[in-house]
Nanobody, 115 residues
Framework: VQLQASGGGLVQAGESLRLSCAVS????????TAWYRQTRGTEREWLAT??????????GYKRSVRDRFTVSRDGAKNVVYLQMNSLRPDDTGVYYC???????WGQGTQVTVSS
């Protein structure tokens, strides 16, 4: 199982970004995928999860991002997305995707939000 995260960049406060996580093999269909964020000097924090296709693809969010972030999947491309709107400077960090049962991590993509 391999995960490839992409889509990070430098944006201004209030703008949007969409992160992508390409998930190889059966993990995309069979496993839940989650997004995490790590800011300088802190542990990785969980942001959102989307369940596997087999489990209905339901989603869950950390309370602080629930109204701004949306996780989704594209079955044709084997990609899980994290749409991030109304970005704030405290959203700055390295964003990672992870398959939960297979316990694999993507390499991380940097998001920087300037004020």
């Amino acid at each position: 199982v391999q995960l490839q995260a992409s889509g990070g960049g430098l944006v201004q406060a209030g703008e949007s970004l969409r992160l992508s996580c390409a998930v190889s093999g059966n993990a995309f269909r069979l496993d839940a995928t989650a997004w995490y964020r790590q800011t300088r000097g802190t542990e990785r924090e969980w942001l959102a999860t989307i369940q596997s296709v087999a489990n209905g693809g339901t989603t869950g969010y950390k309370r602080s991002v629930r109204d701004r972030f949306t996780v989704s999947r594209d079955g044709a491309k084997n990609v899980v997305y994290l749409q991030m709107n109304s970005l704030r400077p405290d959203d700055t960090g390295v964003y990672y995707c992870r398959t939960l049962d297979y316990d694999r991590w993507g390499q991380g993509t940097q998001v920087t939000v300037s004020s």
